[in-house]
């Protein structure tokens, strides 16, 4: 497509549930990022994957979250057994591959938002 | 580890004025430097990145950003506001040598122009 696609946009749900996020980069971008951004605060990095794999997920907080993207296309971002304080919006952005001394930039989607009750 | 502050919570300006949004980062090693731009419900947009050579970027809707090595600043100006540039900016960094191209993003500054 000629952006990133977020769905859904909006997501509300009870604490203790299971929560998918999706996000469809922009066709041919080999690389994938999930970000957090919570209410006033700058975006912050969760993962990173380089085709199907995982590059980096240093940023995830914790053991309940949990993304994949089997095709080197589309991902998934998972949350188990949700908090209140998981409540943000989730921004998924991509780019074109590039190495240590390119700098291509991330175009970032929409967002999902996150509201845990 | 890489790091980025916006010192100001809110730049407040009037239309026709010049406006800075001040940036401040750390990094090993050369940095690239980015600023986004976030208006309501909406994503972060690009407006311009330093990568290297002049440390004078020009980028989109008539904004520049100036890189000072020995200040590790990457201030975002525009010579004259409009009331349509009043959104959430953010600076962003990474290092040179990061393959993976994570950003780190300071926790953003929000620009109102008022007419």
């Known amino acids: 497509g000629a952006g990133v696609s977020q769905t859904p946009s909006n997501k509300v749900t009870e604490k203790g549930k299971y929560v998918e996020l999706r996000c469809d980069p922009i066709s041919g971008h080999t690389a994938l990022y999930w970000y957090r951004q919570s209410l006033g605060q700058g975006p912050e990095f969760l993962i990173y994957?380089?085709?199907?794999?995982?590059?980096?997920d240093s940023g995830l907080p914790n053991d309940r979250f949990f993304a994949v993207r089997p095709e080197g296309s589309v991902s998934t971002l998972k949350i188990q057994r949700t908090e209140r304080g998981d409540s943000a919006v989730y921004l998924c952005?991509?780019?074109?591959?590039?190495?240590?001394?390119?700098?291509?930039?991330?175009?970032f989607g929409a967002g999902s938002r996150l509201t845990v009750l | 580890a890489q790091s980025v502050a916006q010192p100001e919570d809110q730049v407040n300006v009037a239309e026709g004025n010049p406006l800075t949004v001040k940036c401040t980062y750390s990094v090993s090693g050369n940095p690239y430097l980015f600023w986004y731009v976030q208006y309501p419900n909406r994503g972060l947009q690009f407006l311009l990145k330093?990568?290297?050579?002049?440390?004078l970027v020009k980028g989109s809707y008539g904004f520049e950003a100036e890189f000072n090595k020995s200040q590790t600043s990457f201030h975002l100006k525009k010579p004259s506001a409009l009331v349509s540039d009043s959104a959430l900016y953010f600076c962003a960094v990474r290092a040179g040598n990061n393959a993976g191209n994570m950003l780190t993003f300071g926790g953003g500054t929000r620009l109102m122009v008022k007419p």
């Open positions: 994957f380089q085709g199907t794999g995982a590059a980096d």
């Open positions: 952005a991509s780019s074109s591959r590039q190495g240590a001394g390119g700098a291509n930039v991330l175009t």
């Open positions: 330093y990568i290297t050579g002049d440390n």
